[in-house]
Structure formats: C-alpha cells, structure tokens
C-alpha cells in the first residue's frame, strides 16, 4: 500500500509566493546563466589556445571552469521554462538524476579548489620537487581518491532519497530537485536520510576546505620564513582565496538556510539555495580573468582580435 499510494510525479513549485510577478525571475536569472556561461566558456578557450597556459595550475583552472559551465545547464534551462510557461512538472525519475547530476557535479567545485590549493602548496614549499609531484602519476594518488569519494557518497543520498515514499505532497518548494526538498515531503522517516546528509556534508566540503586551509597555513608559514620571494609568489595564492572564501559563505549560507527556517521566507531560503550552485559558476571566471595577469593578457588580446575581424568585416 505505501508503493501504491507513493507520488511518482512532483510540482516544481519555487518562488511561488511572487504570484504574478513570478515570470519576472526570467531576466535576472537569464542574465546570469549567460554571463555565466560566456566567461566560463571564454575562459577555457583561453587556457586550451594557448600553450604557455598549459602547466597544471592553469589545467586546473580550467578544469574548475569546465564544472563552473556543466553545473547551470542541468537544472537552470528547465528552471528559466517555470519561470517563462510555467512548466513544473518532473517526475520522480528525473527528479533523481537531476539531483545526481547537480550533487555530483557540484561537489567537484570544492575538489577542484582542493587540487588547486594542492598546487600551490608544491609549488611554494617544495619548488625543487614541484613537476614531480605535479606529474600526472604522482598526482593521481589525490585525484583518484576524492573522485571515487564523491560519487560513492552522492550516488548513496540520492538512492536513500529514491527509496523513500512520498504520500502526502508531491509539491517541491524549490526551482530544482534539491535533496533537502524532495526528502522533506517523505511520509516515513527520514532518519537515516540526515544522518547520509550530514556524513556527506562533512566527508565532502567541509573535508575539502580544512585540506585547503591546511595547506595555506603551511604556504604562509613558508612565505614568512622566505621574505620577498615568497611574498612574490604568494600573490597567485590570493585569487584562489577570493574563489574559496566566496564558495564557503554562499555554501554555509545555502546550507543553514534550510536547517534554520524560523523567521525566515521561503523564498528566501529557495533564493540562496538557488544561488548556491550558480554564484561560483559566475564569479569564478571573472575573479581568475581579472586577478590572473596571463589569462588577463590573452583575453584582451583575444577579444580585440575579434574586435578588429569584425572592423574589417564591415568595411
């Protein structure tokens, strides 16, 4: 009885409270979803181009936009249709994959940032020794791990999350299949559900960020008892300090947002759980575009070349 009276079919019901004015949305989001995508886009076309940006730094950098361009496209072209025609509907099946798909993409963000921070620390403290510990073999011994790591505890909550019946409401409070809001509207317990949560929370970001912070400590150490050529180096650290600090606020306010509901508008909380997934994916190009001098460089050659084919074009 509880399979048969299980709702196979939900309502994408965010933002609701707008009303009329909910349609509004369309724009704002549309803006950021293509100025996310453009200097995500340009980015990697930058780093790929240009052969004096293949070190693994930029690599890296480039692999981080890649996810910063693939997380969008799985949840905010279906978003901007609610917006735009009103189209809620998703089934339990898609809701799943969706949510998959954004979990698991979304966890690299910090990964990468992880493999990064990694970089840094070779490149600053052991410079001797930094192309081999950067080689592709040697390397894998921390890529391997935290890869299998994220899709095994992903791939764990959302199948929790699939097993679970829904027989009381089939309406999501949310624009996109978020865990949180699909597994809230279950009629049975959903103990067990947290507990994953909570685990993968913890093995995944908050894991990901005490290695990063663990590493610049030993890079500013490093750098204090270096003097000037250490402080020389340590300004590449500061853009991906920006990149982290940013991606740990909007995370904790995404995430304490759902937990701490009183006084709170669900709108609210729908809005920073919304952004928690494209406020890195647009910032992110843009503080490594303007902070990076070389990527700097050759997006401003790139674009007065297209600048000058298009003069010429015309005349």
């Known amino acids: 009885m509880e399979n048969v009276s299980s709702h196979k079919h939900f309502i994408l019901n965010g933002f609701n409270e707008l009303g009329a004015l909910r349609p509004v949305l369309f724009l704002p989001f549309f803006i950021i979803f293509v100025v996310s995508l453009l200097a995500n886009s340009l ?14 730094m930029y690599i890296l950098m480039a692999g981080l936009a890649f996810v910063d361009l693939s997380l969008p496209l799985i949840f905010v072209p279906n978003m901007l249709l609610s917006f735009l025609f009103n189209w809620r509907g998703i089934s ?3 809701c799943l994959v969706q949510m998959h798909f954004i979990h698991i993409i979304g966890t690299f963000q910090s990964t990468f940032l992880v493999w990064m921070a990694l970089d840094r620390y ?19 011994k921390f890529i391997i791990p935290l890869v299998v790591r994220n899709i095994i505890m992903i791939t ?20 996109f299949c978020e865990h949180m809001a699909l597994v809230e509207l279950a009629c049975g317990s959903i103990t067990i559900n947290n507990l994953v949560g909570l685990m993968t929370m913890c093995l995944i970001p908050v894991a990901d960020f005490i290695v990063i912070a663990a590493s610049y400590i030993f890079i500013f150490s490093s750098v204090l008892r270096s003097g000037k050529t250490g402080a020389k180096a340590l300004h590449t ?9 940013i991606s740990l606020v909007v995370a904790l306010i995404a995430f304490l947002s759902y937990r701490v509901k009183n006084g709170l508008p669900a709108a609210s909380r729908v809005f920073f759980s919304t952004m928690y997934p494209m406020f890195p994916s647009l910032f992110n190009p843009i503080i490594y575009g303007i902070r990076t001098a070389e990527i700097r460089q050759h997006i401003i050659k790139t674009l007065t070349c ?6 010429v074009a015309h005349s």
Do not use: D, W
């Open 237 to 245: 650290c500061i853009t991906h300090i920006v990149v982290i600090s």
């Open 43 to 56: 980015l990697l076309y930058i780093i790929i181009s240009q052969r004096s940006l293949h070190s693994p």
């Open 156 to 175: 764990l909550f959302v199948g929790l999350a699939g097993k679970l019946s829904f027989c009381a409401s089939n309406v999501i409070n949310h624009c």
């Open 122 to 140: 070779f490149a600053i403290c052991t410079p001797l020794y930094y192309h081999e510990c950067m080689s592709l073999p040697r390397f894998l």
């Open 306 to 311: 297209c600048r000058f084919i298009r003069a």
């Open 92 to 94: 339990l099946i898609g």
